[in-house]
């Protein structure tokens, strides 16, 4: 197996493949796994600083520049950023770096992970049910009157009980090997405890290797069955629906428009695939480009394309002020991006979906849904929930009732 080790400190490891990689995370390390690449950090030898989404590329790339001349091993920096400006960037070049294989073809099990007994768990709703049910009501008023053609609006369950981001990491791997598991540890918080980020993405913003970009959205999305032709039935269903696919090109066209600009040569299939999770389907489109320039960096590219209409909504700027106004919540880094970039300006971006900050005695989850023409409040309700139980499942809780 080809591992590429690298190192600023004296933590030096060679793993093997993705899944035995995961069994060295203990807390405070950060970790991204993609179908072809895993990467593990310990330690931070240096953080970004930067204020703003605007200023975050450029400074990227003179800290890379900087500690590549300091050593001889290319260095990396990982991390996630937040879905708006106020979320200071959790962005660091580590002491320790680990890089080996990528999750496909591993196992779909495994007994060293084993799940133990579910805790009850109670849990606050941020908005409540029927808050969001009006969000979205209000959301179909402002679409009907051309305010915006399209927004995406979440939620949040506060999850009151110990959860360890190190065993999510483990369950959450093997039910996503063909997507993006992540740990990022953000750092000492409120009370002097520190929280992760973790999550399970199915969604690449977009990845960049010399000048081969390649950018996967998915936009429309129903809960799966466990009746496999109920499920069978669902995928055709969501694949035929004349609104999810509405909802869909909003996203492909403007994630074609962005790179278009720096490509010369932009594939962007027709019409959406079917894409499994879990838990949901979704409609997805690969699009793959080859940029106008190699050194481009995969980060100011990812930042170029976010927000997406898969996670604000069509056009931006009102979506934005709507999620803003009438949200009810603050979203922090979920709906940001979680990745890495090297100082080739290689790297891998995914949207942060499917994901929960957990702390000591408590974990946030999100989840949202793009609202069109056509929506339901029921439906997109009820959509949240299904997408919420990637990351539930994975901290083995039943939520026992609703406190707040």
């Known amino acids: 197996m080809n591992t590429e080790v690298a190192s600023h400190g004296e933590w030096v490891l060679t793993p093997p493949a993705a899944q035995a990689l995961l069994r060295l995370y203990h807390e405070g390390d950060s970790a991204f796994v993609s179908p072809v690449r895993s990467v593990l950090t310990r330690g931070a030898y240096a953080h970004l600083d930067a204020a703003s989404h605007d200023q975050v590329a450029v400074r990227a790339e003179r800290l890379l520049a900087e500690v590549h001349k300091e050593g001889e091993v290319e260095p990396l920096l990982i991390g996630a950023l937040g879905f708006a400006d106020g979320v200071p960037p959790r962005l660091v070049v580590p002491e320790g770096l680990v890089i080996g294989t990528g999750a496909r073809g591993a196992a779909a099990t495994s007994k060293a992970h084993a799940v133990p007994a579910c805790l009850l768990a109670e849990v ?4 409540s049910a029927g808050r969001y049910c009006r969000n979205v009501t209000e959301a179909l008023k402002r679409i009907q009157v051309g305010e915006f053609e399209k927004v995406v609006l979440s939620r949040a369950l506060r999850v009151h009980a110990q959860v360890q981001a190190g065993p999510m990491l483990c369950r959450l791997m093997p039910r996503n090997l063909m997507g993006y598991t ?3 540890d953000l750092g000492m918080k409120a009370a002097q405890a520190r929280s ?30 466990t009746d496999p032709r109920e499920d069978q039935a669902r995928a055709q269903r969501l694949l035929g629906s004349a609104k999810d696919h509405h909802e869909h090109t909003y996203v492909v066209d403007a994630i074609a428009k962005v790179l278009s600009a720096h490509c010369r040569k932009l594939t962007v299939p027709p019409r959406p695939s079917l894409v499994a999770t879990a838990t949901m389907w979704h409609l997805g489109t690969r699009i793959d480009g080859e940029l106008n320039d190699p ?9 170029a394309l976010h927000p997406t209409p898969a996670i604000c909504g069509h056009p931006t700027g009102p979506a934005r002020a709507f999620i803003e106004q009438e949200e009810g919540f603050a979203r922090d880094f979920f709906a940001g991006l979680v990745g890495w970039v090297n100082a080739q300006g290689d790297g891998e971006w995914a949207v942060t979906i499917r994901c929960a900050e957990v702390a000591d005695q408590h974990a946030t989850v999100y989840a949202g849904a ?31 009732r609703e406190v707040g």
């Open 124 to 127: 606050s709703h941020l908005p």
């Open 182 to 184: 992540f740990a990022v």
């Open 196 to 225: 992760t980020l973790v999550g399970a993405s199915p969604e690449l913003l977009l990845s960049k290797r010399g000048r081969a970009v390649t950018s996967h959205p998915l936009a429309g999305s129903l809960a799966r069955s």
């Open 295 to 303: 050194h481009a960096s995969a980060l100011s590219l990812a930042l």
């Open 370 to 400: 793009g609202i069109v023409q056509g929506s339901d409040p029921a439906l997109e309700l009820a959509e949240t929930e299904a997408k919420m139980q990637t990351v539930l499942g994975a901290m083995n809780v039943a939520l026992r």
